[in-house]
């Protein structure tokens, strides 16, 4: 087979942009599809994944009101997407575009209408593959007209029976294709489609080289394979997704083959003389409650899986119309959220909450802490939004945001005259020290605003030090060497917390909220909190107690020495304007 590069119209397409595209190695993944499009293609088109838009070539009618760029943004395009199911094709593109953005490489299709005018309307197939270039990651895509395809079934199928090169197992096309004649047999009561997508695949990869990523995946499917219930047949749906069509299963049925994967992959399975634990994340649409088309069914399993890849413990479940409500809702946050930043980061504001010596009751700093607030004037709280700036790949330009703020923002009260000593906590993430750059972005952000670095306090959570402590040590000892202080936060709620005071070069141990909640009356937390201080007295750390909510909270611990409160009970967090109006207009 020829490989295929299908070029969009060079006029619209920066040819850097192309150049960079026909060089790239993941053009060759085109060719799956090559024999697709030949003859058939309507139209192909590139995507910003970030941007949300499309530059289409030639084939596609001049629709869309385009800006100067050629670029059509998806609210436009799906405006051309037929009423019934354009809720549906707007998920799929939004749900691909973000899963792109934030490094996914599968490739996908499915199908959708587009209604140009009363008589100008056609049904069409998507193929889209994303495709890293210098600049980050886009996508590339091809549209067939499916209106105009063959009536007759067998060459259909011929045309989408491909099979996958590694695996050997047959493709999407041939399940959508398959699903589609089970459940138009008068005899199929029932039947389910049910996902399985391996774990962290890109990580076999990695650390294995592509060719033993290749005898994983193949060795896999082979494992699978031999699991299948009877009647049932396995497809292999994008690089690292599997497709289990099984006609007459019950909902019990499927519960149980999920549950019976699961705990067969809690063993190793021996791939070319290597013990391989891998897991899936799994999840099931049933015909007919769940869906009554081939691409409904897939649609819907694919939506409950991308929830399920989120999870932390639960790793399978079959759809439901809420996962469909929920990814919705997440991928309009995304899309506001997007649009904020893009926006001069429209609705990003820090806030400062006091920080209190015990001994003198003075204020000592602030903890900077982030805050959007939406369009429609709600304050969301940073977990969801740091969450969503996750998800849509922009953490590390909020973050350094974050630092520049904060950083600026003491820096303008100390020349403004506030306590020489005062201090400006600064959450950051794991992201953030994994970077190997991250010392030297924080320094020069001090020196741009001329702070000094002893005024700063980097706030790190134990979990954030999990997954790289080498990269994370290093920064942390250069910030260190620099003046700059750490604190360990959230502390006593996550893992080894005792092991990290040995290792890591830690100023401040910040003790979890949860242990304050119920103080006056848990012997327990009073003891942890007393044992806490000692310790990291002895060893000279200084001790703060985040979440005290009344007087009584502080009173039960004061025999124990802790350095610095924070708390409602001493001020909520509140905008620098506030902060400045609450704490240094009285002084
Ligand atoms: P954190 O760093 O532990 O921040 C303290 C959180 O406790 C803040 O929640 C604060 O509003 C809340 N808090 C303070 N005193 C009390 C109290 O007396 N009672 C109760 N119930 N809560 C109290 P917030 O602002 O919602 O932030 C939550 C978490 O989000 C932070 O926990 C931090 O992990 C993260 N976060 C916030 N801002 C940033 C940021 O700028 N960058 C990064 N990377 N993470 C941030
Ligand atoms: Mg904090
Ligand atoms: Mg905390």
């Excluded at 994967?261 to 003389?273: D, G, L, N, S």
């Excluded at 007919?288 to 939506?303: F, K, Q, R, T, V």
């Excluded at 979990?463 to 080498?470: G, H, K, P």
């Amino acid at each position: 087979m020829e490989d295929l590069l299908i070029e969009p119209d060079p006029v619209k397409v920066s040819s850097s942009i192309l150049t960079e595209v026909s060089s790239h190695p993941n053009t060759v993944n085109i060719a799956n599809v090559a024999p697709l499009l030949e003859g058939m293609c309507f139209c192909t088109f590139f995507a910003d994944c970030t941007d949300q838009s499309f530059c289409f070539s030639g084939g596609m009618p001049a629709a869309f009101g385009e800006d100067q760029s050629g670029f059509v943004p998806l609210p436009e395009f799906l405006a051309c997407v037929g009423n019934r199911d354009r809720e549906e094709t707007a998920l799929r593109y939004g749900s691909f575009f973000s899963d792109t953005a934030s490094g996914k490489q599968d490739m996908i299709s499915f199908n959708h209408s587009l209604c140009f005018s009363s008589d100008d309307s056609l049904y069409v197939r998507v193929f889209m593959q994303p495709i890293q270039t210098q600049d980050g990651m886009i996508v590339w895509g091809a549209m067939i007209d499916q209106s105009r395809r063959s009536p007759d079934p067998g060459v259909h199928a011929d045309r989408f029976g491909t099979r996958n090169d590694i695996s050997g197992l047959p493709g999407r096309g041939r399940l959508l294709f398959e699903t589609e004649s089970i459940i138009h047999d008068r005899n199929v009561l029932s039947a389910a489609l049910v996902l399985l997508d391996i774990k962290g695949f890109h990580t076999y990869n990695d650390r294995f080289g592509r060719q033993k990523g290749d005898a994983i995946l193949k060795g896999l499917a082979d494992m699978l394979l031999g699991k299948l219930p009877e009647g049932a047949s396995l497809f292999h749906v994008s690089i690292d997704t599997f497709c289990v069509l099984w006609p007459h299963a019950s909902r019990a049925q499927i519960q149980e083959f999920m549950e019976f994967i699961q705990q067969e992959t809690a063993h190793p399975v021996m791939i070319a003389q290597e013990a391989i634990f891998a897991t899936f994340s799994m999840s099931a649409a049933l015909f007919p409650s769940c869906g009554s088309s081939a691409d409904e069914l897939l649609a819907n399993a694919e939506i409950t899986l991308h929830k399920m890849k989120g999870e932390k413990r639960k790793r399978y479940a079959i759809y439901t119309p809420s996962d469909k409500r929920e990814l919705k809702e997440k991928l309009d946050f995304e899309f506001h959220l997007t649009k904020a930043i893009r926006n001069n980061r429209e609705g990003f504001e820090m806030y400062y909450q006091p920080l209190v010596d015990v001994g003198t009751s003075k204020l000592i700093g602030a903890e900077a802490l982030l805050r959007w607030i939406s369009e429609e004037n709600i304050i969301v709280h940073p977990e969801k939004v740091i969450a969503g700036l996750e998800a849509i790949g922009y953490m590390e330009d909020i973050g350094e945001w974050i630092l520049e703020q904060g950083i600026r923002q003491c820096s303008e009260w100390l020349s403004a005259g506030v306590n020489p000593d005062f201090l400006v906590h600064i959450n950051i993430t794991a992201e953030d020290l994994m970077r190997p750059t991250f010392a030297c972005t924080v320094i020069s952000i001090l020196r741009k605003y001329s702070m000094p670095s002893a005024n700063l306090v980097l706030e790190i959570t134990e979990t954030s030090l999990i997954r790289n402590i080498a990269t994370c040590r290093q920064n942390l000892i250069k910030l260190r060497s620099e003046g700059v202080k750490i604190a360990l936060d959230d502390f006593g709620t996550g893992y080894s917390s005792l092991n990290y005071l040995r290792e890591l070069p830690v100023d401040v141990i910040k003790i979890d909220r949860v242990f304050i909640e119920d103080i006056q009356r848990d012997r327990f937390n009073h003891s942890f909190i007393s044992a806490i201080i000692l310790l990291a007295h002895s060893i000279s750390r200084s001790v703060f107690i985040e979440g005290i909510e009344e007087i009584e909270q502080a009173d039960s611990i004061s025999d124990l020495h802790a350095d610095c409160y924070q708390g409602f009970y001493f001020g909520r967090p509140v905008a620098a304007s506030v902060f400045e109006e609450k704490y240094f207009k009285k002084t």
